[in-house]
């Protein structure tokens, strides 16, 4: 089996979402916890931003014992000095540097050439290479950068001494399909790939970022940048723990990670709590809702056996069992599951007679809970004599 290394980016690109800005402390803890989880990369910050993210970056960079610890810059010197220096304390340093490649951010951002493009990627990762071993070079907006240009400036970073590319689909306008052609493009077309691991950058502007870094590893990329719960700019990037669990769940892909995914639930709402970003009740993998069952026939298949209706086991990913939630749409099996639950067994006439008040009970309220079980069951004992 191959291995898809994790490259997590919540404590940079994730906190650029607005309202989540996190203190050193809070940054600390999550670093922590990363780490403990198994990625293989921390993307600490942009050191060159402000003295706070600095210092961060520095304090994580002391506290991380397996994961590579990395900074990003611009293509600027002075961004490399300062993530060199913030990032001396690393058991692992990474500097990650680059610059816009799409006609857009060449013409309007840059305002400048092509070849002045490929001169600024070759310059950034020599110096960045004069710091640390391990430089990875992104390519802004590759997603919609022409695949023959893209080549060129990958193949110039190579040249120069990077050990990671990393093709970002900056805007999240591919497709799944283009996005896998772009990565098998340029494992065909880069001078020196055989020598570097290929990255997936996706984001979610039109809800495809997981679909695309799937896409990008099946097609020979070997790591993939992402955040815990699919926070980040704009409307998110890709999401660690969907694309953890798709890898380990598809084994024909042949694919794996190095994550603990029985911690992802823990994660989730520590990063979710420290952002102050309540994570969607219908979020993949770790959203109340994610084993949450209401509907009478999935109720009925899940009491039966779990894989009717779930392809995860929720303790997998930390989630203690599934939920059987009483909705005026519960059949009778959901209803005496969750009453023996609390120490009732019903005959099958009083069954009949209970779920009868049981539904009209639950059409006047959105969920049933155990109380309100308890009040059904007294109110038909009482209503047709059931000796219960």
């Given at each position: ?5 994790i490259?997590?980016t ?6 650029q979402?607005?309202?989540c800005?996190l203190?050193?402390?809070?940054k ?11 990625v293989?990369v921390?993307?600490?910050?942009f050191p060159?931003?402000s003295?706070g993210d600095?210092?961060s970056v ?6 991380v014992?397996n994961?590579?610890v990395?900074?990003?810059?611009r293509?600027?010197?002075k961004d490399?000095?300062?993530?060199a ?6 058991k692992r ?5 680059g610059i816009?490649?799409?006609?857009s ?8 050439t092509?070849?002045k493009?490929?001169?600024r ?9 004069s710091f640390?071993?391990d430089v ?6 590759a ?6 240009f ?5 193949s110039?970073a ?6 990671v590319?990393n093709?970002p ?6 497709l799944?399909?283009?996005?896998g ?13 055989d020598?570097v691991?290929?990255s997936c950058h996706?984001?979610n ?9 799937i896409?990008?590893v099946i097609?020979g ?6 955040t815990v ?7 998110g990037n ?6 953890v669990?798709?890898l380990r769940?598809?084994?024909?892909l ?11 639930l823990?994660?989730s709402k520590?990063?979710?709590e ?6 969607q ?13 209401s509907s009478g026939i999935?109720?009925d298949?899940?009491i ?10 929720p303790a ?12 005026a749409?519960s059949?009778?099996?959901a ?7 609390i120490?009732y ?6 069954l009949d007679?209970?779920y009868?008040e049981?539904?009209?009970f639950?059409?006047?309220?959105k969920?049933v809970?155990?109380?309100h079980?308890?009040?059904?069951v ?8 059931l000796?219960?």
């Amino acid at each position: 089996m191959d291995y898809v290394e994790i490259f997590d980016t919540t404590l940079r690109d994730g906190e650029q979402v607005p309202g989540c800005k996190l203190n050193t402390g809070q940054k600390l803890r999550i670093a922590e916890q990363l780490d403990t989880l198994g990625v293989d990369v921390i993307e600490a910050g942009f050191p060159v931003s402000s003295p706070g993210d600095f210092q961060s970056v520095t304090e994580i960079a002391k506290l991380v014992k397996n994961a590579t610890v990395c900074g990003l810059t611009r293509a600027v010197e002075k961004d490399i000095e300062v993530a060199a220096e913030a990032l001396k304390y690393a058991k692992r340093p990474r500097i990650h540097t680059g610059i816009g490649t799409s006609e857009s951010h060449i013409k309007y951002k840059f305002n400048t050439t092509p070849d002045k493009i490929l001169e600024r990627a070759f310059q950034a990762v020599s110096y960045a290479k004069s710091f640390v071993e391990d430089v990875e070079f992104y390519a802004e907006d590759a997603g919609r950068t022409d695949n023959e240009f893209l080549a060129k400036v990958c193949s110039v970073a190579v040249k120069a001494g990077a050990t990671v590319l990393n093709i970002p689909d900056t805007t999240g306008y591919c497709l799944p399909d283009e996005y896998g052609a772009k990565i098998k493009y340029l494992k065909e077309h880069v001078e020196g790939i055989d020598k570097v691991r290929l990255s997936c950058h996706c984001h979610n502007d039109l809800g495809l970022a997981t679909a695309n870094a799937i896409a990008g590893v099946i097609n020979g990329a070997r790591q993939i940048e992402c955040t815990v719960n699919g926070i980040g700019e704009r409307a998110g990037n890709t999401s660690l723990e969907e694309v953890v669990m798709i890898l380990r769940q598809h084994p024909k892909l042949n694919l794996n990670t190095h994550i603990d995914t029985k911690r992802l639930l823990s994660i989730s709402k520590m990063v979710a709590e420290e952002m102050g970003m309540i994570v969607q009740a219908n979020k993949a993998i770790v959203g109340e809702n994610a084993f949450a069952h209401s509907s009478g026939i999935h109720q009925d298949g899940v009491i039966k056996n779990r894989e009717t209706y779930e392809i995860i086991n929720p303790a997998d990913v930390g989630v203690n069992e599934s939920s059987i939630i009483l909705t005026a749409r519960s059949g009778r099996s959901a209803l005496a599951y969750r009453a023996k639950n609390i120490g009732y067994e019903f005959t099958k006439l009083d069954l009949d007679i209970i779920y009868s008040e049981f539904i009209n009970f639950a059409d006047t309220c959105k969920v049933v809970d155990d109380n309100h079980i308890h009040h059904i069951v007294e109110l038909s004992k009482n209503k047709f004599q059931l000796s219960i």
